[in-house]
């Protein structure tokens, strides 16, 4: 039987800030659009308040509409903005005082990127397929009709669960075979110090995968380092790892022993926010480190592979490390350079924005 991580980076739409070929356009917008959106859930504007939301908007080019190419600022009832000739006024005192939010644009993703990321789905071929960055269970199932059943690799159990993230990049698990999930538990209201702790969600999914035993899958996508301060982004990242760890333990004190922690970390093993999952006593063995393991002179998942950029993980328990049979990293629905200079990518991805993904997909077998 297989498992696998995959960041598919959306399906057949995407924040149009998030697709763009060079990361330093879209860098500063998150950043003030996280700022932004802190302010406008307080409760009670200060003066100090109304002053940086007015910079802000005009920082994200919202000063004199309320929208451009990425963004959008919604007024539904009652108004945070009123544009004069004289200049712009915060009119809302509070969160109370207007119905709205700020969003992101979404463009679709381009249709030889899907169809590279279907061929790499084809092509791993896994029982288990833990995705990350898909938009919701409609786009996976409309993916999984329309993009694997014409090439012959259908799923028959897809599941995901809206998370935290107002960009719509969650987190959900796709099966088939033998594999059928049988429940799941989902962390995405899980608080810490009054805020939640998973930028997504840390689902927890049972699934069963012969008539007496079932394998638990938890899949994750820590916070990013993509926008927001180093220090607060390291902070956030090191307190969803503790609860992972948690939950894990728990899990494992009440007599579960098969047990993989996937997905997309944001950092690489040596880092502080995931000692407490590599780390602090923790037993989980990631795939890397098995005998079996195949790699391909390359350390890392994202981009063009060096060991700063391994952020994707399968970690397990003891008992089902010792079942592996094999493993291994899948890049060729990663953009290698022009002619495949780094490494081999499909032929039919002549340009970066043909990639099916910036992250290789990883994979274990096991008895």
């Known amino acids: 039987m297989r498992i696998a991580s995959f960041n598919v980076e959306n399906l057949f739409s995407r924040a149009r800030v998030l697709n763009q070929d060079d990361w330093a356009e879209g860098k500063p917008i998150l950043n003030e659009f996280s700022k932004l959106n802190a302010i406008l859930g307080k409760d009670s504007y200060t003066t100090a308040d109304k002053a940086a939301i007015l910079t802000l908007l005009d920082n994200l080019g919202l000063s004199s509409s309320d929208e451009n190419k990425f963004v959008i600022l919604r007024q539904n009832h009652g108004r945070l903005l009123k544009r004069a000739a004289t200049g712009n006024e915060v009119v809302a005192n509070g969160r109370g005082d207007w119905i709205g939010w700020l969003a992101l644009k979404s463009e679709a993703v381009n249709e030889i990127a899907t169809r590279m ?130 939950i894990y333990d728990q899990r494992r004190a009440s007599g579960v022993n098969l047990i993989a922690i996937v997905g997309d970390f944001n950092d690489t093993p040596a880092s502080d926010p995931l000692k407490p999952l590599i780390g602090n006593g923790s037993d989980l063995k990631d795939i890397f480190d098995h005998p079996s393991f195949v790699g391909d002179g390359r350390p890392g998942t994202y981009l063009n592979g060096t060991a700063s950029n391994k952020i994707d993980y399968i970690l397990l328990s003891p008992a089902l490390f010792a079942r592996v049979t094999g493993g291994g990293v899948f890049r060729k629905g990663v953009w290698g350079g022009v002619n495949g200079t780094l490494f081999p990518h499909y032929p039919k991805m002549t340009a970066a924005s043909h990639a099916a993904s910036d992250h290789a997909a990883i994979w274990a077998d096991f008895t």
């Open 117 to 246: 990321t279907a061929q790499v789905v084809k092509d791993v071929n896994a029982d288990i397929l833990a995705v990350v960055e898909a938009e919701d269970r409609v786009a996976l199932t409309r993916f999984n009709e329309q993009l694997l059943e014409p090439i012959g690799s259908p799923y028959s159990g897809i599941m995901l669960i809206d998370g935290n993230d107002e960009r719509g990049i969650d987190v959900g698990l796709m099966t088939k075979g033998a594999a059928v999930v049988e429940s799941i538990v989902s962390h995405v209201d899980d608080i810490e110090g009054g805020n939640r702790v998973f930028s997504r969600d840390c689902p927890e999914f049972t699934v069963r995968i012969s008539a007496t035993e079932t394998l638990l899958v938890m899949v994750n996508h820590l916070k990013s380092k993509g926008y927001g301060s180093p220090a607060a982004s390291n902070a956030r990242r090191k307190a969803q790892s503790k609860r992972v760890r948690e």
